[in-house]
T-cell receptor, first 114, second 114 residues
Framework: DTGVSQNPRHKITKRGQNVTFRCDPISEHNRLYWYRQTLGQGPEFLTYFQNEAQLEKSRLLSDRFSAERPKGSFSTLEIQRTEQGDSAMYLC???????WGLGGFGQGTRLTVV | AQSVTQLGSHVSVSEGALVLLRCNYSSSVPPYLFWYVQYPNQGLQLLLKYTTGATLVKGINGFEAEFKKSETSFHLTKPSAHMSDAAEYFCAVTDTGTASKLTFGTGTRLQVTL
């Protein structure tokens, strides 16, 4: 069990550019979650997948954000036309059937939009 | 909808002193409660969880928490602080719906001084 893996760890991009992050969950975990964490705040829920199906999206997830989990394994989070307000840590987590005692968080991707 | 309030964004204790981090929750259904720790530029690590059963739960690194339904609280304690405990601590609650997504508090930064 190698834990949740996220790439890249850091991303600096110019405003208006598109970025994509990848998350590899703990193997055999059917649920995958994306969270956003800004400085001094707790993580905020963005969206989650059960296998390949995206079942819930937060109001925080504007039309510029899209997430996929095409084969029910890894997931990608894309942000189009980035804005400075998108600067944050993006955390991925996975669990088995929503049981967080068996879940885990990745180390996150820190996005800086300049 | 669930919510979590963490009283005190910063707590400072001397090494060897008692650690007490406060968490109050709001939930319309019996909650599942969690404490996570986050070190700088790292993801979240589960310290302990309460689901059902014994209301005093023990976690890793000598931490424990007690679920008090009458006070809607789930405070985190450790009898004797160590320098390595310096980190950000987050209390979280899940919904009991299908998503089982975590809702986090704003966090408490623990400083440990000599």
């Amino acid at each position: 069990d190698t834990g949740v893996s996220q790439n890249p760890r850091h991303k600096i991009t110019k405003r208006g550019q598109n970025v994509t992050f990848r998350c590899d969950p703990i193997s055999e975990h059917n649920r995958l979650y994306w969270y956003r964490q800004t400085l001094g705040q707790g993580p905020e829920f963005l969206t989650y997948f059960q296998n390949e199906a995206q079942l819930e999206k937060s109001r925080l997830l504007s039309d510029r954000f899209s997430a996929e989990r095409p084969k029910g394994s890894f997931s990608t989070l894309e942000i189009q036309r980035t804005e400075q307000g998108d600067s944050a840590m993006y955390l991925c987590a996975s669990s088995l059937d929503g049981r967080w005692g068996l879940g885990g968080f990745g180390q996150g991707t820190r996005l800086t939009v300049v | 909808a669930q919510s979590v309030t963490q009283l005190g964004s910063h707590v400072s204790v001397s090494e060897g002193a008692l650690v007490l981090l406060r968490c109050n929750y709001s939930s319309s259904v019996p909650p599942y409660l969690f404490w996570y720790v986050q070190y700088p530029n790292q993801g979240l690590q589960l310290l302990l969880k309460y689901t059902t059963g014994a209301t005093l739960v023990k976690g890793i690194n000598g931490f424990e928490a007690e679920f008090k339904k009458s006070e809607t609280s789930f405070h985190l304690t450790k009898p004797s602080a160590h320098m390595s405990d310096a980190a950000e601590y987050f209390c979280a609650v899940t919904d009991t719906g299908t998503a089982s997504k975590l809702t986090f508090g704003t966090g408490t930064r623990l400083q440990v001084t000599l």
